[in-house]
């Protein structure tokens, strides 16, 4: 049974642990009741390089918002094939989508940060939750350097809001540190990483960056930063 005074100890345990030590403590131990929810980022592309060679029919999920890149679809390939696995693709349920289009317009997201946040919400947040709803622990690929709204991750905590441990393999992890993993494994990642787009999401609310921006500032670039984050890693 998960639940928070599990993830204080799993945390206490297994916090100096190496990424590929704590997958391989968590993936057995709870089968299809743990997932990766993959964005198709670096740092996910990493955890399902690691997770396929632990435990190949261990559970990968990402999710479709109708808005990605083609790179992106394409990338769900190239690590199926690579990895002989099946990334599940959860979609969103068309009736919210089309009561907030139909409500709003196709691009409404730029008006406001509410309604940015209603089209996460209905495009990502929904299908999420509901992949969610089928685990008990749930792995991320956060690191704490990667946002001023991530700095306090552990590698395990709690997630209250969900009822459900979430593990952060990659807590302590550098950009370097993923780039080297990704190297010298040949990870498959997406082409856009070495166009200026350090964090890709949707093409619509995603820019390329300038040298020595934040990573996170091509993400949502019209909002200030601590309002950065679709909901996903409510805190
Ligand atoms: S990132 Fe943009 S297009 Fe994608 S769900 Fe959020 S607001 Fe909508």
Same mark, same amino acid.
């Given at each position: 049974m998960a639940n928070e005074e599990l993830a204080k100890q799993l945390n206490e345990s @297994?916090? &100096? !642990?190496?990424p590929e030590e704590i997958l391989a403590y968590f993936l057995p131990k709870y089968n299809d009741r743990i997932a990766l929810a993959s964005s198709l980022g670096l740092e996910d592309q990493v955890l399902t390089a690691m997770i396929a060679k632990i435990k190949k029919d261990a559970r990968v999920f990402t999710i479709d918002?109708? =808005?990605?890149?083609?790179e992106c679809y394409q990338l769900i390939d190239r690590t199926n094939d690579k990895y002989d696995i099946k990334i599940e693709v959860y979609s969103p349920e068309h009736t919210g989508v089309e009561k907030y289009v139909r409500e709003n +317009?196709?691009? *409404?997201?730029?008006?406001s940060i509410e309604k940015r946040k209603a089209c996460c919400h209905c495009r990502k947040i929904e299908p999420l939750l509901r992949a969610l709803s089928t685990l008990d622990v749930w792995i991320c690929g956060l690191r704490a350097s990667q946002a001023v709204t991530r700095?306090? #991750? !552990?590698v395990v905590e709690w997630d209250a809001n969900n009822g459900l441990i979430k593990v952060?393999? @990659? *807590?302590? $992890? !550098?950009e370097e540190d993923v780039w080297k993993y990704i190297k010298e494994n040949r990870v498959p990642y997406n082409k856009l990483h070495d166009q200026g787009f350090p964090s890709i999401g949707c093409q619509p609310c995603t820019r390329a960056i300038d040298p +020595?921006? &934040? #990573?996170? *500032? +091509? =993400?949502? $670039? $019209?909002? &200030?930063p601590e309002h950065k984050e679709c909901g996903l890693h409510k805190r």
């Amino acid at each position: 049974m998960a639940n928070e005074e599990l993830a204080k100890q799993l945390n206490e345990s @297994l916090k &100096d !642990s190496t990424p590929e030590e704590i997958l391989a403590y968590f993936l057995p131990k709870y089968n299809d009741r743990i997932a990766l929810a993959s964005s198709l980022g670096l740092e996910d592309q990493v955890l399902t390089a690691m997770i396929a060679k632990i435990k190949k029919d261990a559970r990968v999920f990402t999710i479709d918002t109708g =808005r990605l890149f083609p790179e992106c679809y394409q990338l769900i390939d190239r690590t199926n094939d690579k990895y002989d696995i099946k990334i599940e693709v959860y979609s969103p349920e068309h009736t919210g989508v089309e009561k907030y289009v139909r409500e709003n +317009g196709v691009n *409404a997201f730029y008006q406001s940060i509410e309604k940015r946040k209603a089209c996460c919400h209905c495009r990502k947040i929904e299908p999420l939750l509901r992949a969610l709803s089928t685990l008990d622990v749930w792995i991320c690929g956060l690191r704490a350097s990667q946002a001023v709204t991530r700095t306090n #991750i !552990s590698v395990v905590e709690w997630d209250a809001n969900n009822g459900l441990i979430k593990v952060n393999p @990659l *807590a302590k $992890w !550098s950009e370097e540190d993923v780039w080297k993993y990704i190297k010298e494994n040949r990870v498959p990642y997406n082409k856009l990483h070495d166009q200026g787009f350090p964090s890709i999401g949707c093409q619509p609310c995603t820019r390329a960056i300038d040298p +020595g921006e &934040d #990573i996170r *500032a +091509g =993400r949502w $670039w $019209w909002e &200030d930063p601590e309002h950065k984050e679709c909901g996903l890693h409510k805190r």
